[in-house]
């Protein structure tokens, strides 16, 4: 089984561009987070599409930061434009679903590493 | 507001040797609490998955512990080995009514460095 594939895999830009990570969740699964992790820090959610609707995007910062999954398949995050702050890891993660005690175990892609110049 | 602390922030031992790592929450309602192994460069794995009623869980060389009433996790790690080099992350989920947020609550980790 193919896992969660993330492009690209690294980014340097510089501060107020604007840049896109795309994400393509396990075949299949119908709950995708993007979550932003600092570095010495555990992830932080910025957003999760249960299909193609939103559940809960209260922690992303939505003046500048932006997230589409139009067919509940494949995701985008934009960021526009981006601060220094903003340097992390950006991952995705899918699971099938988010209900149930044993249900909604996460499976995370490899990343995106930013870096804001 | 839900927390989920770790210790110890880092922690280096000697390859053969075993470990525990902690993790204390304060997340209400309960629901589970995941304990996943980051490597450098990649995204988090689940090692294990366990709800009020289970107090043990094991993966191989990693056995979890959970004490619901104290609100506190351990991860053991016996008879390390190199690649057990890692970052340990303790994730707990608050309960709700399906179709909901996860209400996930991530830890910031144990940096694990597993010596020759």
């Known amino acids: 089984e193919a896992g969660v594939a993330q492009s690209p895999r690294y980014k340097i830009i510089e501060k107020r561009q604007s840049v896109a990570f795309w994400c393509n969740p396990i075949?299949?699964?119908?709950?995708l987070y993007w979550y932003q992790q600092i570095l010495g820090q555990g992830p932080k959610l910025l957003i999760q599409?249960?299909?193609?609707?939103?559940?809960?995007d209260s922690q992303l910062p939505k003046d500048r930061f932006s997230a589409e999954r139009l067919k509940g398949v494949d995701s985008t995050l934009k960021i526009q434009p981006a601060k220094l702050e903003d340097s992390a890891v950006y991952l995705c993660?899918?699971?099938?679903?988010?209900?149930?005690?044993?249900?909604?175990?996460?499976?995370f892609g490899p990343g995106t590493r930013l870096l804001v110049l | 507001k839900n927390q989920v602390e770790q210790s110890p922030q880092s922690l280096i031992i000697l390859e053969g040797k075993n470990c525990t790592l902690q993790?204390?929450?304060?997340?209400?309602?309960?629901?589970?609490l995941r304990w996943y192994k980051q490597d450098t460069g990649r995204g988090p794995v689940s090692l294990t998955i366990?709800?009020?009623?289970?107090n043990t869980k094991s993966n191989g060389r990693y056995t979890a512990t959970l004490d619901a009433d104290t609100k506190q996790s351990s991860l053991h790690i016996t008879a390390s080995q190199l690649s057990d080099s890692a970052s340990y992350i303790c994730?707990?989920?608050?309960?709700?009514?399906?179709?909901?947020?996860?209400?996930?609550?991530f830890g910031k980790g144990t940096h694990l460095i597993i010596q020759p």
């Open positions: 599409f249960q299909n193609n609707g939103v559940v809960d």
């Open positions: 366990m709800t009020f009623s289970e």
């Open positions: 993660a899918s699971s099938l679903g988010s209900t149930g005690p044993h249900g909604g175990t996460q499976y």
């Open positions: 994730v707990v989920s608050a309960g709700h009514s399906g179709g909901g947020a996860d209400g996930l609550t």
């Open positions: 075949s299949g699964h119908a709950t």
């Open positions: 993790c204390n929450y304060t997340v209400s309602p309960f629901s589970n």
